[in-house]
């Protein structure tokens, strides 16, 4: 039973990914009713799979969105059919985000790029801005995955530095960028969903949260040199004596160099295609971000005259892993259930006047001091950042607010960003938990909330300021 879930899991996943993107670009009759049927078969087989009592949030997503129907009158068979594809551009990207870390793992490029900075990561300070601006490039490829590969870099250039020290130094730096990265980064399908929701300019989004996320950077350095004192250790002269022993043992200068210049051009092509192609093609961002993942990968293997090697791990992907996002799926799918079913109702309505009540009893506050906090709130009840986006974003998607949807976009993502420093219930803490050995309230809140807070303020500020000139 387990092994025909897990076929029927994969192939419900590969035609719903199929129907999507044939039904995108080409219309026919039958199409919407075949990605429903599949979207269906991906939540009956992880059911099959992983029994519901592992699947708590996405059955509960779905049966809440139904209930919703039945207490509004709505049809339950075109809720469902309405519901199960409302979230299709997200399960598309998810489907094909993932594979863009084949590229990075073909050859060392992370190992060759610390190996070609190493003299401008000589102190604990540069190599802790090293670590914080590099985990957001590498969160381009691998989203949340960049956490446990920088983590498990670290640990091999500092190998003996022990302890809760260089514990908080190393997983705070990991965190932090990471969690400025969901402000900017394209790749990651929360950021690119709620661009896409709310019609905002992708560049003026980019370079916003990019702005902000120097900034954050700037702060992390700040708080890292005060913990450092609190700990009462020297991790200069730990981090020179690992430094060293690591650059001697580099043995191929050549091959380092043509790595870092080969993992800038990756980034530059995939970053470049997305920002210039999204100006000048008529194509929503989720689709086009997950169609220039494809021909980019494509076109890599074909440049390294490995075709075979990319067959092989397509074949390993759907094989071993497109299972795996099962579970992600149906969340996305029970939270699409959940939109659909809300819209058919006064929620919108509601929720706008109960934000009106607010500001008339608090006259001084808006909206954007509020959004950050749901975000935070719904993390804590163990919903990660694309999946908080998702229903967030659904709803203000039928919300007229007289903001400029940049400065929406950049007030939920930093809630998410603070929401992944903080929750110990969603997976960036998760996964470093399990890598560092502390709890995830020590990794998250402990380590984390001045910092959350100073991120808070630094982004309302900026918001504050945009609404009062605009």
């Known amino acids: 039973m387990q092994r025909v879930a897990s076929f029927g899991i994969s192939v419900s996943i590969i035609l719903y990914a199929l129907f999507h993107f044939i039904s995108y670009f080409f219309e026919h009759s039958l199409l919407p009713l075949f ?46 059919m309405s519901g199960l594809v409302e979230m299709r551009n997200v399960i598309g990207l998810l489907v094909f985000v993932p594979m863009i870390s084949w590229v990075l793992q073909e050859e060392s490029y992370i190992e060759s790029m610390m190996g070609f900075a190493h003299h401008l990561l000589d102190t604990s300070r540069k190599f802790y801005f090293g670590l914080v601006s590099f985990t957001q490039v590498i969160a381009y490829f691998l989203l949340f995955g960049s956490i446990i590969m920088m983590y498990q870099l670290v640990n091999m250039i500092l190998k003996n530095g022990k302890g809760e020290a260089w514990e908080n130094y190393k997983g705070t730096a990991l965190l932090r960028g990471f969690s400025l990265s969901v402000m900017w980064v394209v790749s990651i399908p929360s950021f690119a969903y709620v661009v896409e929701v709310m019609g905002a300019s992708l560049g003026l989004s980019i370079i916003q949260g990019f702005g902000l996320a120097i900034c954050g950077v700037i702060i992390a350095l700040i708080f890292s040199h005060f913990e450092e004192k609190k700990y009462g250790v020297n991790l200069t002269a730990g981090l020179q ?22 993992f800038f051009i990756l980034f530059a092509t995939l970053f470049g295609s997305i920002l210039i192609l999204q100006r000048f093609v008529n194509i929503e961002l989720l689709v086009l971000i997950s169609v220039i993942v494809i021909l980019w990968i494509m076109i890599y293997y074909i440049y390294k005259n490995r075709p075979k090697k990319l067959v092989n791990e397509l074949g390993r992907y759907i094989q071993y892993d497109m299972e795996k996002q099962g579970y992600q799926l149906c969340i996305m799918l029970g939270a699409g259930v959940l939109i659909y079913a809300l819209n058919q109702t006064s929620f919108a309505k509601t929720f706008v006047d109960g934000i009106y009540s607010l500001q008339e009893a608090l006259p001084f506050l808006n909206i954007l001091y509020f959004l950050p906090f749901i975000i935070i709130i719904l993390g804590f009840f163990g919903l990660g950042p694309l999946t908080v986006m998702v229903l967030v974003a659904g709803i203000l998607e039928s919300i007229n607010l007289p903001y400029p949807p940049e400065l929406i976009v950049l007030t939920v993502t930093s809630g998410s960003a603070i929401s992944i420093l903080l929750s110990p219930l969603i997976m960036p803490l ?5 890598a560092n050995g502390l709890s995830a309230i020590k990794n998250g809140i402990a380590f984390n909330w001045k910092y959350a807070l100073v991120i808070y303020a630094m982004v309302q500020v900026y918001v504050q300021v945009s609404v009062w000139f605009s």
């Open 35 to 80: 990605l429903p049927i599949s979207g269906l078969g991906i939540f009956v087989f992880t059911i099959m799979k992983l029994r519901i009592s592992h699947i708590k949030m996405p059955f509960g997503l779905m049966a809440v969105g139904i209930i919703i129907m039945l207490i509004s009158g709505t049809s339950i068979q075109e809720g469902l």
């Open 241 to 262: 004596t690992e430094i060293d022993d690591v650059v001697r043992h580099t043995s191929d200068k050549k091959e380092m160099h043509q790595n870092v210049i080969e």
């Open 430 to 434: 998760i996964v470093l938990s399990g």
